[in-house]
């Protein structure tokens, strides 16, 4: 690592320098960023993890409250950065680490996104974004032509419109859900009479003016946690989340959120979202959401789909079958930062109606003029960054047929991988992938035997048992380091809805071999070598139940 | 700019290598990297605009809604980028842009941020994230201990504690904002008998439940706008925001909060905050924060303070007493991307009391599982990206000295200008800067005498017609594209409250000069002779009132 020359002091002098730009390729700030890049590059070529310290090992070097009194020198501070922090990262990038819907990232965004750095907008308003916010509309623009499908002239009308709003920009799919059910109970309970609507006069009042005595938000079992976060925050209530049941491959049942949505609806509680799930969280799920939007359209309810992970197949013409439907929705949420492999923090949620965020339209006198194109006026965060120009810089350089590539291969690894499970008789497929998520555990067959055959406590006994192995197969697998899956509980039909532990992949990464996906249950099934007590514990167990 | 080699096409092997790290110097990602550093630095080092082009003109660079499906090159698209968006976005780092709180950047920060570009980890987890994780909670703890200061031995107990947590990093004010007032509505109608807190049962459960018949948070006029947007989104509804007073300095006049209070508890609504401001954005003004904490101990009312811009003055011994009383709120929100010189995207909310986020507390199955640190179980916002290695890195090369200095430096060049304006003959400073920030406008002293002697009508119309003239002047400087201050509309006592629009400048880029704070105020004389009908009119309505 080069060594600036300057001291590392407190003069005032000193600071001017560090907020001046260097002049050329041998200033030592040049030097040092080319050496951190490369040290950077060898890192997430290697795919190695140096030392897999424990985490309260880690914290060690990141104890002490006191903001330093000393300065440092740039260079100094990177190798420390590069030794506490780089080295004890995870590698989300690795193609052997398929457990998480962190994306690897296509290379060129590493020096485009120096443009958002350096630059430093504020999207918040025109004053601090200029050209970023036309280019954020576009790209707000984009995602809800592919999720709807509108004219051109469509577009031409509302995209750039000063009192319109397609959508809104945020830092990830959670706020974006909050905003979709926001404007959805503020519709609900819109102004009204004398009622000067929700946004004004609050919850309570509009509860009294409208006679309701409750609120619910609909969503299957497998909805995301985030959604009970929306409920808490928007003042329902995380009772006011309701669960529909799931059929046994995790979707909606439609007859359930029926009879859900007439219950609530005799005990004077109005419904005012559904949310559909496109690509569940813990199993890829896509719930049926034509018949969704039907329920939605019979009782005047918001259709809300949570497309974070899922909505990017919609790229894929071959593939985007699978979301449809989505297109009936009032709102959608899709997270850049998963599959269009966007750095994180890039998240958006689009509405059918470009009137409908004015529920939650917001001015000020400083800022956010009525009448301005400020972007600030319907997001829920305030200053943000220019992250929209990263997506629409992936766009171009990679095009949609060029996403369709990337959405297909997934997809088809992820039935390469559960026919490949399908194949060993010492695995099991719990959730077959419909996307390219799928959930899966080390299930012996003669242990598969002795648990289809026990009964009652025995079973439950059995079953508890493989859910710890599983834990165990799963952390010791993470802490070694050349590979990771994550984990879940299901409660799958075939097994009489017992709680079950089940690895969760997700193979998004382009880089993830067949041979990588082999390799992961060939570690798995040694590591189950490395529990002994627990499998005689097992062991003993089936042998009971054969033998009964 | 550098050429790739390779053919943009969308094959799959090409997708497969914009996955792949480039190997060694020589590459041709690698140049186009250095190469886009350049031209990067160029633009940053000349802070100059190529060509000032309306927006409606850049609009048409951004209008089409259809994703391309033609991959361009890297280096294609570069240049595109360069010649769109670059050259038509706003210097926000320019020593003459003083009228906005986005910072001016240390350099370093640029090579640093490719660390949490490439590794891409997601802090809502451990598994997504390892040792960003401690490096975060130990950011929020010295923030923490900046605003509390408390023992060495509060923060070994609960810094790293699975069950605590000093606050939450959040992407800007507005979240870290509605975070602290969540957390205050759920305590104040928290869990009690068989009523299971608002957070489960909601918020029109939790009013029958305490018998009240509103909601308020109070805040000074001069709040920030994201504190009406927390009260819609939580349920109170903007008329549950409360706006107290203030005296001819923009601060909360205690004793109208007093009254206040006392009037919502006669009319049984329920303050579940007071908000104190630790740096006005109109104004720059800092409550009496220990005035504030007084009426909400009396109230048993959380005391929440809004530091997004002013928190950073704690940094400096030698103001740090302007923020006094800080310490006794039991939450603060702090922008890292305001006067800590961070990137776009660096909120903070803390709590004084390790317990407090317990009321927001989430957890799921595949995540946040109870008992693990993961810093999702306390955000509102899901997945984010480690920025707060960049406050880390900040805090250690810059060190707390070196941030006193640039502190100091900020407030001293704001009362240098102040003084510089109170001595031109044709300025008025409208409000004195408390931290680096002040207000004032062009008003010949003729003009100024005639507004003084003015009545009735006539005063409201030469009030407007200097009203027009500020804004046209703002504008037209924005334009011109040398130098920017922005605007807003304030109520000035010494006016009689008239609406009356001022410059607003935020000084707090180190490279602003003194000689740059004279050429904006020539700027703007030169520019009032470029209006010269409005400039007719509103001599000869000052002529009418010396005549008169």
């Given amino acids: 690592m080069v060594k600036e020359q300057?001291?590392?002091?407190?003069?005032?002098?000193?600071?001017?320098?560090?907020?001046?730009?260097?002049?050329?390729?041998?200033?030592?700030?040049?030097?040092?960023?080319?050496?951190?890049?490369?040290?950077?590059?060898?890192?997430?070529?290697?795919?190695?993890?140096?030392?897999?310290?424990?985490?309260?090992?880690?914290e060690k070097d990141f104890s002490s409250a006191q903001i330093p009194e000393q300065p440092e020198f740039v260079s100094d501070h990177t190798e420390h950065l590069l030794d506490t922090l780089v080295s004890h990262s995870?590698?989300?990038?690795?193609?052997?680490?398929?457990?998480?819907?962190?994306?690897?990232?296509?290379?060129?965004?590493?020096p485009l996104s120096k443009i958002m750095i350096a630059l430093n907008q504020n999207l918040v308003k025109i004053e601090t974004s200029k050209a970023f916010t036309p280019l954020e509309r576009q790209v707000l623009g984009m995602l809800h032509r592919l999720i709807y499908g509108q004219s051109d002239d469509f577009y031409t009308k509302w995209m750039h419109s000063a009192k319109h709003s397609l959508g809104a920009f945020c830092s990830g799919g959670t706020i974006a859900n909050i905003t979709a059910l926001w404007v959805a109970r503020n519709r609900a309970l819109k102004a009204n009479g004398a009622f000067k609507g929700v946004e004004k006069e609050g919850l309570f009042k509009a509860m009294k003016h409208y006679g309701y005595d409750g609120l619910a938000i609909l969503v299957s079992e497998r909805g995301h946690y985030s959604l009970k976060k929306a409920a808490d925050v928007l003042g329902l209530g995380q009772d006011g989340l309701v669960a529909v049941k799931t059929d046994a491959n995790n979707r909606i049942i439609v007859d359930d959120l029926k009879a859900k949505m007439a219950e609530l609806e005799a005990q004077n509680i109005k419904p005012?979202?559904?949310?559909?799930?496109?690509?569940?969280?813990?199993?890829?799920?896509?719930?049926?959401?034509?018949?969704?939007?039907?329920?939605?359209?019979?009782?005047?309810?918001?259709?809300?789909?949570?497309?974070?992970?899922?909505?990017?197949?919609?790229?894929?013409?071959?593939?985007?079958?699978?979301?449809?439907?989505?297109?009936?929705?009032?709102?959608?949420?899709?997270?850049?930062?998963?599959?269009?492999?966007?750095?994180?923090?890039?998240?958006?949620?689009?509405?059918k109606d470009p009137d409908a965020m004015k529920s939650i339209e917001h001015h000020a006198q400083y800022i956010l003029r009525k009448g301005s194109k400020d972007l600030g006026s319907h997001t829920l965060e305030g200053s943000r960054s220019g992250m929209a120009m990263l997506v629409y810089a992936a766009m171009h350089i990679i095009s949609r047929p060029g996403y369709e590539l990337l959405i297909d291969q997934s997809i088809a690894k992820a039935r390469y991988f559960a026919?490949?499970?399908?194949?060993?008789?010492?695995?099991?497929?719990?959730?077959?992938?419909?996307?390219?998520?799928?959930t899966y555990r080390y299930l012996p067959s003669d242990i598969r035997l002795a648990l289809e055959k026990a009964q009652g406590s025995q079973k439950e006994k059995l079953n508890e048992l493989i859910n710890q192995l599983t834990q165990f197969i799963q952390k010791r697998q993470r802490e070694t380091g050349k590979s990771f899956v994550s984990r879940t509980r299901l409660n799958p039909a075939h097994w009489q809805h017992f709680n079950t532990i089940v690895f969760r992949v997700v193979l998004a990464n382009p880089l993830t071999t067949n041979e990588i996906l082999s390799s992961v249950l060939e570690e798995q099934r040694e590591i189950a070598l490395q529990a002994p007590s627990l499998m005689a514990k097992i062991q003993k167990t089936v042998q009971k139940i054969h033998n009964s």
Same sequence: chains 1, 2.
């Fill in 272 to 351: 005012i979202a559904v949310v559909g799930v496109a690509g569940t969280t813990e199993t890829g799920t896509v719930d049926p959401l034509p018949q969704i939007a039907e329920v939605c359209a019979t009782h005047d309810c918001h259709f809300h789909v949570d497309a974070a992970w899922g909505g990017a197949t919609l790229m894929s013409n071959n593939h985007r079958h699978l979301l449809s439907g989505a297109e009936l929705a009032d709102s959608v949420t899709i997270d850049a930062h998963k599959q269009l492999y966007i750095p994180m923090g890039a998240g958006m949620v689009l509405f």
């Fill in 90 to 110: 995870v590698h989300t990038s690795a193609p052997s680490f398929i457990g998480h819907m962190t994306s690897a990232l296509p290379y060129f965004l590493m």
């Fill in 6 to 58: 300057k001291t590392a002091d407190v003069s005032f002098e000193s600071l001017l320098k560090i907020f001046t730009i260097p002049e050329g390729p041998d200033s030592t700030l040049t030097k040092i960023d080319v050496s951190l890049s490369q040290n950077l590059n060898e890192f997430l070529r290697e795919h190695i993890v140096a030392e897999e310290k424990p985490l309260h090992e880690i």
């Fill in 419 to 438: 026919d490949l499970i399908n194949q060993q008789d010492d695995f099991e497929l719990v959730s077959e992938p419909e996307l390219c998520l799928l």
